[in-house]
């Protein structure tokens, strides 16, 4: 159970990760987040209104609200690493977020046996791999480098606040739901911010009709997001958390793969090779 819903939500997040990026070539980044968010806060309002969720209000919601306040901080960071410094560089280092969720696990008693630790050890390594490390060429400036640790850390405590917020299905729903609702207020205070300083919020060339052409695959991007979330947290609240977030961390892989099956792009040695090593920590994982 574990091992199958954290592979769904890497699936889910390297789609909407692969879709996000697709996005933001055509429409500005804040306004990806926010809009997507938007959506998805719209159909998980109604979801949590149809079960009865809002009878699962207590203290645990601080951790969704928690993790809907890291979230934006994290991506915003990211998205600030890329543009100054080598994506051959950065991508790999965002993924070391996977650190914190299992040092959580570990922190709490989890001990995996030895194949489980050789499992996390080589999906680690093949989740960095995956993303293309960039070895020798363009110097990194060290903003970029402490923006990606930032936003590194920022994901993994969101992996891990996410995996707090309830107890249960119908909590969950509600958790995810508070969650997008910060996301939203961090994200259009930003995006305000960003506006009044110059920047754009809609496209140079199309405006609004851009993003209304959009919508669909902006509400596919913040749906996947809710759902891997929500996959995510089933699975370290059933199983060992140092297994749910390592295999939940392959969304690079994913979305190397996405990138060569819609895009044309053609996976570098390295990748191909990361790829590998993350399939074989996968089967460690599972037959630990």
Known sequence: MTALFALATSLLWGLADFGGGVLTRRVPALTVVVVSQCIAAVVLGAVVIATGGWSEAGGRLWFAVAAGAVGPVAMLSFYKALALGPMGVISPLGSLGVAVPVSVGLIVGERPGLLQAAGVAVAVLGVVLAGGPQLRGAP????????????????????????????????????????RVTNIVV????????????????????????????????????????????????????????????????????TALAARGVLGERMRGVQAAGAGLALLGTVLLATG
């Open 187 to 254: 994200g259009g205070t930003a995006l305000y911010v960003s506006v009044r300083r110059g920047g754009r919020a809609l496209p140079e060339e199309g405006g609004v009709g851009v993003v209304r052409a959009a919508l669909p695959a902006l509400a596919f991007v913040g749906l996947a997001d809710v759902a891997a979330n929500g996959m995510y947290a089933v699975a370290a609240q059933h199983g060992p958390v140092t297994v749910a977030a390592v295999l939940a961390s392959l969304y690079p892989v994913v």
């Open 140 to 179: 990194v400036q060290r903003q970029a480098v402490v923006l990606t640790l930032l936003a590194a850390f920022g994901f993994g405590a969101v992996m891990a606040l996410i995996a707090e917020a309830s107890t249960t299905v119908t909590g969950l729903f509600l958790a995810l739901f508070v969650q």
